[in-house]
């Protein structure tokens, strides 16, 4: 009984002797008091040929998603999680594996996640406007309590232009924060040094623009 009104795949052999995909619908019908069987059988190759391309390409997608030198995660319309990365659990201090993260409800992450940056009270608040508006975001800048910076992505996902969910991506960016405050500081101090010379100073661009000059060629 239980492979009434069901649908049976099979491998089947045509008549050259080349394999394929079957379906069968089988379907119980009562006459006169007796049941007799009615069975549809249909090539499901391509359809099963489809199925298995996608399957490499999700799994393509999961890979590479995976291996990102970023935090990485996915959640559907509901907040619940998709994917995430081992990264992103490193970054939120979460102690519990990416595989063990599927199907989480996220909506309250971000109450949770708070204390692990400077700007604590304005975090959660800003998830909302993000999530609220469905509008991408890129390198959107947050510090954490740790003095390390992190550039915040924001991916809505829609599909035939229902919003299926969207992709968070976080990625240390510490170091170059470091270098670009470095270089201004540099900056800063080849000003000062030349801003004391006694000599007109005057810098031009490659395009032959003047782009600094100090007080003495000011004078000049």
């Known amino acids: ?32 008091g007796e049941t007799f069987f009615c069975a549809f059988l249909q090539d499901i190759s391509k359809r099963k040929e489809a199925e298995r391309n996608l399957l490499k390409t999700v799994e393509l997608l999961k890979t590479l998603l995976a291996n990102l030198q970023s935090g990485v995660l996915v959640e559907d319309e509901n907040r619940k999680i998709l994917f995430t990365n081992q990264l992103f659990c490193d970054l939120f201090s979460i102690p519990v594996s ?29 998830i909302d406007s993000i ?10 800048l947050l510090e954490t309590i740790d003095n390390r910076f992190l550039a915040r ?41 030349m801003n004391s010379a006694l000599n007109a100073i005057i810098t031009v661009d490659d395009k032959g623009k003047i782009s600094f000059w100090n007080d003495q060629a000011a004078i000049v």
């Open 131 to 140: 999530l609220s508006k469905k509008v991408s975001v890129t390198d959107e």
């Open 1 to 32: 009984d239980s492979y009434f009104n069901k649908q049976l795949e099979f491998v089947l052999v045509n008549k050259a002797g080349k394999k394929f995909f079957g379906e069968a619908s089988i379907i119980p019908i009562i006459q006169n």
């Open 153 to 193: 992505d924001y991916v809505p996902i829609f599909i035939n232009d229902e919003y299926k969910g969207h992709l968070w991506k976080y990625t240390d960016v510490t170091q170059r924060i470091q270098n670009q405050k470095l270089l201004e500081q540099s900056e800063e101090r080849t000003q000062i040094i």
């Open 98 to 126: 990416p595989e063990k993260m599927i199907g989480i409800d996220c909506t309250n992450s971000a109450e949770q996640s708070k204390e692990l940056f400077k700007e604590t009270e304005s975090f959660s608040p800003r």
